[in-house]
């Protein structure tokens, strides 16, 4: 699947967010239309900024994590004419503008994710098969 960079900004709070093109063609003139969002958050970005952020050392975020920390959200269509890709994939992207921009632009986003992300992987450590 190739990806094309569509938008690349560097938000408020420290992540970057880039928009990709991921469509792929499906049978005869028709295509699956996919808008791609990647935001990347630094580590380094995730220092407690308060004293109520319960955040382990960056060194070990980094060890369970890795380093960026990658959000991925992906909005598609089937079986779009390729006519009428450009305006599908527009469309998609007003949606993910309207609905998914404010909720990653939010100061405290980055951390709450990173926090997801740990309790997450603390739960499925855990976990009794």
Not at 7 to 28: H, R, W
Not at 44 to 60: Q, T, W
């Amino acid at each position: 699947m190739e990806e094309t960079l569509i938008e690349k900004q560097v938000l408020d709070n420290q992540a970057v967010l880039e928009i990709f093109d991921t469509s792929v063609p499906q049978i005869g003139d028709r295509i699956r239309v996919i808008l791609c969002a990647r935001l990347s958050i630094s580590i380094n970005s995730l220092c407690p900024k308060k004293d109520g952020d319960d955040l382990p050392p960056a060194e070990e975020i980094k060890n369970r994590l890795g380093d960026p920390l990658v959000w991925e959200h992906t909005r598609q269509r089937r079986f779009i004419d390729q006519q009428e890709k450009s305006e599908v994939f527009e469309s998609l992207r007003a949606d993910f503008d309207k609905n998914m921009r404010p909720y990653l632009l939010h100061p405290d986003f980055p951390v709450k994710y990173a926090k997801k992300r740990l309790k997450d992987q603390d739960k499925a450590a855990n976990r009794f098969y």
